[in-house]
Every structure is written in structure tokens, then in C-alpha cells.
């Protein structure tokens, strides 16, 4: 119902803000560390693949102009959206209001209903253009005047002259013609419909539309007007127009290595531009662009080639909450003394060695992490990887021949993480229990055993030896069906 109602009315201000950050509130408990834009990214990217409804109410918009612009059957609502796209502003365009050059798009909409701005407003935010000036038929004669890239009528641009015109009715090509005298428009009555005694610009608008037209368009003009051709028609065909990024507005230069993926999209036919990719277009428009893709890009820069795996984050091993702990820290939404002493009495220090306590420090470089560090460190060389700090934090990319093994490895460092957070935390709050090792080692276990006993009871020891008992690294299987656990 509420994407029904969104796809048909224009939302109340603030509607969709606050209903975002109820949404936002259900999912993160109020601690929704990382940029929105981040979150509505899809998992593989980074993101958390949450639906962006700023995002879906605009490709809503957009599908609506394929819908009024290329859809053969012409419904009740587009006889009416026509209508009032043809009032606006007294221009009498239609279809034509959507290539106007971005100059001339009028910023006043108030003339419209709020859905239509709504719709007018949308399209603005791409780079969208029109292959082709029309050159013959219907579309030639209502070929914009005014602010049409590619009908430069220079005397046009000013703006009493634009007033004069659409007072007088002649803002497109069919409108300079008088098809009685089987000519163009005489400059004397063109003159009086524009309320001006000079002669001297309406011969101009006469000149530069003639002198602008190419010569197919000029012979089309000239058997039109002998044949005494119809009126130009309300609308004009379909259009052919391309949709693709805006182009960039600050000198900014884009980080390198963005979660942006708008420098990756090329513009298409906005005819046949399917709803995935208007949603993405739509999506990275606005936000990412300067934002790198991790926080971890400065810390500790990628070796060439590498990037985060953020699709390795979560599988059928790592179960969400444990996978979410990774997803933080690769995006920095995770607590530390540095941030948290900007608005709490807590000291920047980390609370086991006390040296300033940095995303690096807690996760990395803090002393009480080598002893697990040298753990596995030795449970990977078993599994003949070596293990580095990048390793840790950008995990493993699951291979199709490896995958039993990249699954097991990507879930040890997810425990690994999920130690440090914890003992941390738990030693913030004085609680006991504070070694990372340790708590490492019985979460491992008791994954392990909680995975055996279901495949005791289920009859599947064989599926269990295959996933968890991988070279006897972590445990095994005894002849007699009992556990044996080797870490
Ligand atoms: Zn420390």
C-alpha cells in the first residue's frame, strides 16, 4: 500500500524522512554509525542492500515519464498529464519541457500540481539528452523557440523577447507559419502579435529559426506549407532520449578507490532503461562520490589489486550478527577512545596498555591482540595461508575450488574480530573475562559443538567432517562417531 501510494501522490515534507528514521531506528537501535547512503548499497558493494525510499519515489517518477513517453496505450491519466504540461507557464510544450536546455528549465513549478513538479524535479537531477533535433512532421512544428539546445534562436535568449513571445502564442517552429499565405509568418503581423512596432525582431526570429533548421527540415517546412499541412499536434512523437550522471558540480576530485559507482555508468536510451539501473543511477547521484569505499584505505592501504571482499562478509557460515561486526569495522562504524572522547568523559586511551586508542590500535596494533594474532596465524599456515594484517581485515575472497576452506578461514576472523569487540567492551563495563584468545577459542568450540550435535541428531556427520573438519585443523571425527576437538 505504501509503495502504491508513493508511485500515484506526491509524500507530505518530511514524510519520508521520518519514516526513514523509524526505519533506521528498528534495524540500528539509534546507532546508525555509518552514512546513510552507505546502508542502501547492496551487500556485495558494502552496503546492506536496505531500500532507499528517497531513491524508489524517484525511479517511481522516472518510470512514470517512460510510462507518459513511450507507452502505446494512452490512459485516462496521461490525456490529463499532457493537458497540464501543456498549460504550463503559457509555453504550450509538452513532451518538449523535457529536453529544454538545463538553463532554460523553468524553476518556478508552482503552475503545476505537486505531482508533475514532482516529476519535472526528478528528471533535472540526470544528465539527460536528446539524440536529435526533429527534422519532419508533427515533431518539426513543435520544435521548441525557447531554451532548445538545438534550435539556437539567439534574439530568444532575451528575456522581454521571451515574455513578447509566449504572450503572442509563437513559441515553436509550427507556430511561425501561416499556412493561409502558404508562407512563413509575415514580420509585420508577427511584429503586432508580439506588441512591438520595430520590425527589426521579428525579422531576426525569422532569420535565425530559418538559418537554425537543416535543409531537410527547411524542404519539409516548404511542402508542408504548399500542401497547406495540419496544425501542429499536441504532442509530438516518442522521444529519443538518453539518461545518464550528471555532470560533476564541485571541482571535487572523486576518492580513488569511492563507493561511488556513478563514474561506472554510461548514459542509456531512456526509453529501454530498466528499473535496476535507474535505481542505481538515482542512488549514487547524490551521495558517496568523495567517500572511499573503506575506512581502512589509509590505515592500511590495499596491496595492488586488492580491495575489501565485502560479499566474503557474510555466508552461510557467518551467521548476521557476527558478519555485522566485520561490515562495522571495514566502514570505521565501530567505538573507539578517539571517537568516543569528543562527546563522552571517557578518556582516548585504550583501556588495556593506555596509548590513544585508534581504529588501528584496537584492532591491529594493541598488545594484548598478539597472543591471538600468533594463534591464527598458526591455524591458517595449516590451512596453507599466511596470515597479515590485511588478511584479517579485508578477509578472504571465496574460490569455487577453495571454497570449503575460504568459508571456514572468513568465519575465524570474523570470531577473531567479534573477540576484540567484546572483550573490550566488557572490559569498559569492569566486567572479567577480558582475554581475546580465550574468548576466541570457546566461541570457536562452541560453534563447533552446537554444529556436531545438530549433525548427530540429523544424521549428517559426513556434511559436518566436510565443513568443520577440514585437514583436522579445528577438530575431527572419531572412528566411534564422537567429537574431537584440535584448536
Ligand atoms: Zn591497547
Not at 582475554?435 to 577459542?441: I, L, M, Q, S, T
Request: positive net charge.
Amino acid at each position: 500500500m505504501l509503495w502504491y501510494r508513493l508511485n500515484t501522490l506526491a509524500p507530505a515534507p518530511g514524510f519520508l524522512t521520518h519514516l526513514r528514521r523509524l526505519i533506521l531506528e528498528f534495524f540500528w537501535s539509534g546507532m546508525h554509525w555509518a552514512p546513510v547512503g552507505v546502508l542502501h548499497l547492496p551487500l556485495k558493494e558494502g552496503g546492506q542492500g536496505l531500500k532507499c525510499l528517497y531513491t524508489q519515489v524517484r525511479v517511481f517518477r522516472l518510470q512514470a515519464l517512460q510510462r507518459l513517453f513511450y507507452s502505446a496505450r494512452s490512459s485516462a491519466w496521461s490525456i490529463l498529464a499532457h493537458a497540464f504540461l501543456h498549460r504550463f507557464q503559457g509555453l504550450r510544450y509538452d513532451r518538449q519541457l523535457f529536453y529544454l536546455s538545463p538553463r532554460g528549465f523553468p524553476r518556478d513549478l508552482s503552475g503545476l500540481p505537486v505531482f508533475y513538479q514532482d516529476l519535472l524535479r526528478t528528471w533535472k537531477l540526470f544528465l539527460t539528452t536528446r539524440s536529435v533535433a526533429a527534422t519532419v512532421g508533427a515533431d518539426l512544428l513543435t520544435e521548441p523557440l525557447l531554451h532548445n539546445p538545438q534550435l539556437r534562436v539567439q534574439v530568444a535568449e532575451s528575456r522581454s523577447v521571451r515574455q513578447r513571445l509566449v504572450l503572442a502564442e509563437v513559441t515553436r517552429v509550427g507556430d511561425l507559419l501561416d499556412y493561409d499565405r502558404r508562407d512563413w509568418l509575415d514580420p509585420l503581423t508577427l511584429a503586432r502579435r508580439m506588441g512591438l512596432s520595430s520590425l527589426r525582431t521579428p525579422r531576426r526570429i525569422l532569420q535565425e529559426v530559418k538559418a537554425a533548421l537543416t535543409p531537410a527540415a527547411r524542404a519539409y517546412v516548404s511542402r508542408a506549407l504548399c500542401e497547406g499541412a495540419p496544425r501542429p499536434s499536441l504532442t509530438p512523437g516518442p522521444l529519443d532520449l538518453s539518461i545518464g550522471p550528471p555532470p560533476r558540480r564541485s571541482q571535487q576530485t572523486p576518492h580513488p578507490f569511492t563507493a561511488s559507482r556513478l563514474h561506472e555508468l554510461q548514459p542509456v536510451s531512456f526509453q529501454i532503461a530498466p528499473r535496476k539501473y535507474l535505481y542505481t543511477l538515482t542512488l549514487h547521484t547524490h551521495t558517496l562520490v568523495s567517500r572511499p569505499d573503506t575506512k581502512w584505505r589509509d590505515l592500511l592501504p590495499p596491496l595492488e589489486g586488492e580491495q575489501p571482499r565485502w560479499a566474503s562478509l557474510y555466508s552461510t557460515l557467518v551467521p548476521r550478527p557476527i558478519g555485522d561486526i566485520s561490515w562495522r569495522l571495514l566502514h570505521g562504524a565501530v567505538s573507539t577512545g578517539v571517537f568516543l572522547t569528543r562527546f563522552t568523559p571517557i578518556p582516548d586511551t585504550c583501556p588495556f596498555c593506555n596509548v590513544r586508542e585508534t581504529l588501528g590500535h584496537v584492532y591491529l596494533e594493541c598488545a594484548r591482540l598478539q597472543p591471538l594474532f600468533r594463534l591464527l596465524a598458526n591455524i591458517l599456515l595449516r590451512f596453507w595461508l599466511h596470515f597479515s594484517p590485511h588478511l584479517f581485515i579485508y578477509t578472504l575472497p571465496i574460490c569455487g575450488p577453495t571454497k570449503s576452506r575460504d568459508l571456514l578461514v572468513n568465519l575465524l576472523l570474523a570470531l577473531a574480530k567479534t573477540a576484540i569487540y567484546k572483550t573490550r567492551e566488557r572490559r569498559l563495563a569492569h566486567e572479567t573475562s577480558c582475554d581475546c584468545g580465550a574468548v576466541f577459542r570457546s566461541s570457536v568450540h562452541s560453534h563447533i559443538q552446537a554444529e556436531f550435535l545438530w549433525a548427530a541428531s540429523t544424521d549428517s556427520l559426513d556434511a559436518f567432517e566436510e565443513r568443520w573438519a577440514l585437514s583436522g585443523v579445528l577438530c575431527s571425527v572419531t572412528p566411534s562417531g564422537s567429537l574431537r576437538l584440535t584448536l
